[in-house]
């Protein structure tokens, strides 16, 4: 539109560069002579690149620019740069003897869902990358999980759209451990942001949508079992899923906590069938106003839930919350500051825990999800080693997408940065590899119990359930609510039972286990407590002689120790002591008249 400088409208111009392209980002400065030269940012797509639970979407665009003269005629459309290739959104796991790294590839007018498998150092096993899918430039967002024997990856194929309100799709596709592929790509539910995780040999996909989410069940052949709705609040969104035990933990976003539910993270159990249960809080503090980016970590009998919390105002992104959940639903302790500057967090498990999260302080334009990489080592219990963060990548230029995975103590962290290479300076995976991260504490025994108590002695039976220990110590203390235990044994690994003797009789005793390696000690067994039973009573008998074998008569016997006792021999030497009780020990004295 042009207008004169008393600003009343003196034409309408046509469109600049008439297509479906998604534009933004308009500048314009006078030519001499009359006119403007427009600039502009052009993109094929309008995705939801960035996690949607954060202000601001990053778009990889081309730059255009055109002339308008001072009589409104449209001059050509110039490409100024067009976008470099892209690699960003890695995703890495644990599988088979290997890792499996997923992420997006994309140029402007095109984007692909590639794969590569590292080995077990974390080296590149594929030099050239496993394409999964290509062509479309909305390919976004890719997940991944293993069910022993193949992989599934999902990812977003959003629409070309100029708002949020258009349904975008899901598709996945299997990989072979050797890295082939299995079958065609294949459509899963409408949804945004996917996720995805293994329960023996099926998947549960889970994705977004406006008022809802759904969860689809994926055969090991790639087969559709069953969907099921998970109805959340219309103010719930980004859905993540582990396996956790024997069923599914979905997780939410809720947007409005304090409206709509006393906290803003939500979750519910999913059988193996596709029956859910009931939403359950989550996160414990009920001040949250804000809360974004989560993401779910196993190890063995727990999850931990890490997110971006504005209760933590750091540039208006926070920081980052982490809350410990058990397979039961119940949860150990509160939730906890991993820390106070970062969002974005993602976290692996193995034994204890490695959350990686960025931060911004050194980005000037801190709404925009890229900065430093930090991280910091989380303990079984739940302590953050490392308050002050480790830095994972903090390079003079940004990074972004931080993911890690683990297998046996080895950490593998990828990440999305800038790289210097000609003829494009532009982003592309990095990987490096975490040694000594994780504290590799056993599993704890289980099912302690009494195999026999007798007067004298109590044995002990426990389940072994760690692979990786030194041994187990046990532990006891005398009386039948006693807390004060002392360590009294150990035993090495691969021992499923001990014996504690040279008891006394009749005491009640409580017992506890656990295991033990070079990085510390398991947690406890259950207690047992057993009592020893009554000691037997005897006598004690004999003859007292002198060297010719003649008895001695009436020399005096006395019985010291747990319990006394006092005869006389008789005229052939003989005594006798009666109704001794046993559970102790015991000395006998002679002497002559």
């Not at 039961?328 to 302790?333: I, L, N, Q, T, V």
Request: charged content about 15%; proline content about 5%; overall charge neutral.
């Amino acid at each position: 539109y042009r207008f004169n400088r008393s600003g009343t409208m003196i034409s309408v111009s046509n469109e600049i560069n008439p297509n479906s392209d998604y534009k933004y980002s308009v500048s314009l400065t006078p030519k001499f002579g009359g006119g403007a030269q427009f600039i502009w940012a052009a993109a094929k797509t309008f995705p939801l690149i960035d996690n949607p639970n954060l202000t601001g979407r990053s778009i990889e665009a081309d730059i255009l620019t055109a002339g308008v003269g001072a009589d409104g005629a449209i001059g050509p459309t110039v490409t100024v740069t067009l976008s470099t290739p892209r690699q960003s959104q890695p995703r890495v796991i644990a599988g088979g003897n290997s890792f499996l790294l997923v992420y997006r590839s994309e140029v402007s007018g095109e984007a692909r869902i590639l794969a590569q498998r590292l080995d077990t150092n974390g080296s590149v096993i594929d030099q050239e990358p496993i394409v999964l899918a290509s062509g479309y430039p909305g390919l976004i967002n890719p997940a991944v999980a293993w069910n022993g024997s193949v992989y599934l990856v999902v990812w977003e194929k959003t629409h070309f759209r100029q708002s949020t309100s258009e349904i975008s799709l899901v598709y996945g596709r299997r990989l072979a451990a050797s890295g082939s592929p299995l079958g065609t790509e294949f459509l899963i539910a409408s949804g945004i942001n996917p996720d995805v995780a293994a329960l023996n040999e099926n998947f549960l996909v889970v994705s977004g949508m406006a008022n809802s989410s759904s969860a689809v069940r994926i055969g090991t052949d790639g087969s559709l079992l069953g969907s099921t709705e998970l109805q959340l609040r219309s103010s719930a969104y980004h859905p993540r899923v582990a396996t956790l035990g024997d069923k599914w933990l979905v997780a939410w976003i809720n947007e409005f906590a304090i409206v709509y539910f006393p906290s803003c993270v939500q979750g519910m159990f999913v059988s193996a069938n596709g029956d859910a249960t009931s939403p359950f809080s989550i996160s414990d503090q009920p001040t949250e106003t804000t809360c974004r980016q989560l993401q779910l970590a196993v190890t063995r009998d727990e999850v931990l839930a890490t997110y971006n919390s504005t209760v933590l105002p750091t540039n208006n992104l926070g920081g980052v919350i982490g809350r410990r959940m058990k397979a039961d639903g119940s949860f150990p302790a509160p939730s906890f500051v991993i820390s106070s500057q970062g969002f974005s967090p993602i976290s692996a498990g193995d034994g204890s825990y490695l959350t990686a999260w960025l931060d911004p302080r050194r980005e000037p334009y801190f709404l925009i999800r890229r900065g430093d990489i930090f991280g910091a080592r989380i303990s079984p219990n739940g302590g953050v080693l490392d308050p002050d963060g480790l830095a994972f990548a903090d390079s003079a230029v940004p990074e972004t997408h931080p993911s890690i995975a683990s297998r046996n103590g080895i950490g593998v962290f990828a990440y999305s940065g800038y790289a210097a290479q000609t003829p494009y300076t532009t982003m592309r995976i990095y990987l490096r590899v975490i040694r000594g991260a994780f504290i590799n504490l056993p599993v704890v025994p289980t099912n302690l119990a009494v195999a026999n108590a007798d007067w004298n002695q109590v044995a002990l039976s426990w389940q072994d359930n760690a692979g990786n220990e030194t041994g187990f110590k046990i532990e006891r203390c005398a009386g039948q609510n006693c807390t004060n235990f002392v360590e009294i044994a150990s035993v090495v690994a691969d021992t499923t039972g001990f014996t504690d003797t040279r008891l006394p009789s009749n005491i009640w005793f409580r017992y506890r286990v656990r295991a033990f390696n070079a990085d510390g000690a398991s947690a406890y067994s259950n207690i047992i407590q057993v009592q020893t039973l009554e000691a037997p009573s005897f006598s004690i008998s004999g003859r007292l002689t002198d060297r010719d074998g003649r008895g001695l008569e009436n020399y005096s016997v006395t019985l010291t120790g747990s319990q006394g006792g006092f005869a006389r021999t008789d005229r052939s030497g003989y005594y006798r002591l009666s109704s001794v009780t046993g559970g102790g020990n015991y000395r006998v004295t002679v002497q002559s008249p």
